[in-house]
T-cell receptor
Framework: GAGVSQSPSNKVTEKGKDVELRCDPI?????LYWYRQSLGQGLEFLIY????????KSGLPSDRFSAERTGESVSTLTIQRTQQEDSAVYLC???????????FGEGSRLTVL | AQSVAQPEDQVNVAEGNPLTVKCTYS??????LFWYVQYPNRGLQFLLK??????LVKGSYGFEAEFNKSQTSFHLKKPSALVSDSALYFCAVRGANSGYALNFGKGTSLLVTP
């Protein structure tokens, strides 16, 4: 596609359930990022994938959070045993390695009741 | 560690007046600096970046930013604001030798009134 695609756009779940968020990056972009945007908190870095290199997981807030990426394609962010504080907009971005300019999707809004 | 500070939560400007959105940064080594804009219920859009070269960088929609190494600042500016510029603006930084993850500020809400 022309841009970064994320699904679902909205997800409401109950506390304790697992959720999966999907990101389809721009074709040819080797780098993929996940960020979390909470009200008044700006963007919080979660995880970064670059090609077949080991991902940079330094931003994951707890072991309930994990992410996978197959090659240079789709990525899924999984949150296990969701908590209310996980409610946020989860943004995915991709880029070519050289420019550093990130292209963002429109995000997945997660609400944990 | 690298970080960004956007000291103003909100900036109010009358249409036609110049606007400035402030950003200061902290990073080891040379910085790569970025500005992004977020319209309501939308993802972030790239405005401009500084990697190297001329300290004054021009970007999309008539925006520009000036890199000031001595003041570790990268303020966003526009000579004449439009109502349609009202949005949330994010400054971001990464070090030239510190990986590819961008650190974002908390954002500044810009309101341009007619």
């Amino acid at each position: 596609g022309a841009g970064v695609s994320q699904s679902p756009s909205n997800k409401v779940t109950e506390k304790g359930k697992d959720v999966e968020l999907r990101c389809d990056p721009i074709s040819g972009h080797t780098a993929l990022y996940w960020y979390r945007q909470s009200l008044g908190q700006g963007l919080e870095f979660l995880i970064y994938f670059q090609g077949n290199s080991a991902p940079d997981k330094s931003g994951l807030p707890s072991d309930r959070f994990s992410a996978e990426r197959t090659g240079e394609s789709v990525s899924t962010l999984t949150i296990q045993r969701t908590q209310q504080e996980d409610s946020a907009v989860y943004l995915c971005a991709s880029s070519t390695m050289n420019t550093g300019e990130l292209f963002f999707g429109e995000g997945s809004r997660l609400t944990v009741l | 560690a690298q970080s960004v500070a956007q000291p103003e939560d909100q900036v109010n400007v009358a249409e036609g007046n110049p606007l400035t959105v402030k950003c200061t940064y902290s990073v080891s080594g040379n910085p790569y600096l970025f500005w992004y804009v977020q319209y309501p219920n939308r993802g972030l859009q790239f405005l401009l970046k500084y990697i190297t070269g001329d300290n004054l960088v021009k970007g999309s929609y008539g925006f520009e930013a000036e890199f000031n190494k001595s003041q570790t600042s990268f303020h966003l500016k526009k000579p004449s604001a439009l109502v349609s510029d009202s949005a949330l603006y994010f400054c971001a930084v990464r070090g030239a030798n510190s990986g590819y993850a961008l650190n974002f500020g908390k954002g500044t809400s810009l309101l341009v009134t007619p």
